[in-house]
């Protein structure tokens, strides 16, 4: 090929690759992309793709698409969903945060379609572990082993922090309270996989961050000053309309994410530290009823959801004739949920209570004793009991401390159950292995 020829050549290649280029440029220009935007393909994760599952599937829709990773058909406000062919077939792309690379969760709605009940025989988990892999799977490998079936998960905890994004709500991200401790589209997907009924804890009243934000909103002092417990941790005013329309909100984000239930803590009034002198600003009516006040709000609000409710209460709300002065009185409690939680940990009884000299030595009898109060006391909420698995003070919690609680609960005709341990270290041998 002559000098010449050469230079053809070359002028022709050049000219293909620059007609190429512009039909590029027309392409990407066509598909409109927001310069801010990021994408990413929704891979599926791995180990639970290939996960079998050994638990009889919830009689439920599934709460969120069979993709893993963030699947749940996310994208953040004002952008497009786009999808793209890989290995021949359509694959879901979804935008993310920029500022995170987690995606966003305020469009989702996976809302159950139906009210399912479940039997629950559950544990706590913190928003934390749910975030770190390794720990959430050992805890998912614990409930395929044994008679579990479902987890309490932190979505706002007791300083006010959410688990995941702020899912869209004006107030938390004003506040800033989004701790992106885990990525809960996952978090639940991970359940689903497992067949896991996931429940939605969050904290009320006792919100740190709103009231040092906020303090328009929190408990007050004589002098207009932030009132603060004996740990010095503020509160919110519980009969503050606001505070309420931003926990309900959250529940409603919840509910949209796929969990099934809403469990309501810390859904009471101030108990240590100089109560005498907390002053609630915008007071109207008793304690007791302004707790049902907002469990029938939230029952209202939630209703087009279809999930169950229920509430976190003192366990000697199962014995005593008032509403212990914060509010929480059983029988108005258990009249506006589906659930009602009390918390009968032995260890906090006084000595003497029930004729118990010890009553954290005797879990069989002082549960037994709660429980066969609480089935009295119930005004149409399933009574589900927390139970102690953890030590504080003497005896050190073993196995057969937990089955002796598990076994009151059972002899008082009651079925379900959920185990607490601010650790999340769980007895296996406490459980019944399937």
């Known amino acids: 090929m002559s000098n010449s020829q050469k230079k053809v050549f070359i002028v022709i290649i050049i000219g293909i690759l620059a007609v ?63 999808t793209s062919k890989q290995n021949g077939q359509k694959e879901r792309i979804a935008t993310v945060s920029p500022n995170t690379g987690v995606p966003i969760t305020s469009q989702i709605d996976n809302r159950p379609k139906s009210l399912v009940p479940v039997e629950v025989k559950g544990l706590y988990m913190t928003g934390w572990i749910a975030g770190i892999p390794s720990r959430r799977n050992k805890l998912i490998s614990l409930i395929d082993r044994t008679e579990l079936n479902a987890v309490v998960l932190d979505v706002k905890d ?81 009969y503050n309309q606001e505070v309420w329309k931003y926990n309900i909100d959250i529940a409603k984000a919840a509910a949209r994410l796929g969990f099934r239930e809403i469990q309501f803590d810390y859904v009471r009034f101030v108990s240590d530290g100089n109560i005498a002198t907390a002053i609630y600003p915008n007071k109207t009516g008793s304690k007791e009823d302004n707790i049902l006040n907002f469990l029938n709000y939230a029952k209202k609000e939630l209703a087009p959801y279809n999930v169950f409710i229920s509430a976190d209460v003192f366990g000697l709300t199962t014995s005593v004739p008032d509403d212990l002065q914060i509010g929480q009185k059983f029988e108005k409690v258990s009249s506006s949920v589906n659930y009602i939680c009390p918390m009968v940990y032995p260890s906090h009884y006084y000595p003497g209570t029930y004729g118990i000299a010890n009553p954290n030595a005797n879990p069989y009898d002082t549960v037994h004793n709660s429980m066969i109060r609480a089935v009295k006391k119930t005004r149409g909420a399933i009574i589900r009991p927390w139970l102690q698995d953890f030590s504080l003070g003497a005896p050190i919690y073993t196995a057969t401390h937990v089955i002796a609680q598990k076994k009151a609960v059972y002899a008082a005709g009651l079925k379900e159950w959920i185990l607490w341990n601010p650790q999340n270290k769980y007895q296996e041998g406490a459980l019944a292995h399937e």
Not at 23 to 51: G, S, Y
Not at 208 to 222: E, G, N, Q
């Open 158 to 238: 007791d300083e006010g922090q959410l688990t995941g994004d702020d899912m869209g709500i004006t107030l938390a991200q004003q506040i800033k309270a989004s701790y992106h401790k885990a990525n809960l589209p996952d978090v639940l997907e991970a359940f689903r996989q497992h067949n896991i009924y996931p429940i939605a804890r969050i904290v009320c009243f006792k919100d740190t961050l709103l009231a040092m934000k906020r303090p328009d909103l929190a408990v007050k002092t004589s002098n207009g000053n932030v009132w603060r417990d004996r740990r010095g941790a503020p509160w919110v005013d519980p």
């Open 20 to 82: 190429l280029a512009i039909l590029c440029l027309l392409v990407m220009n066509n598909r409109k992309h927001d310069p801010n935007e990021v994408i990413i393909p929704l891979t599926p994760i791995a180990k639970l793709q290939n996960a079998q599952v050994t638990k009889t599937a919830m009689a439920n829709e599934p709460l969120v698409p069979t993709r893993a990773s963030a699947a749940l058909e996310l994208m953040s406000t004002g952008s497009q969903i786009v």
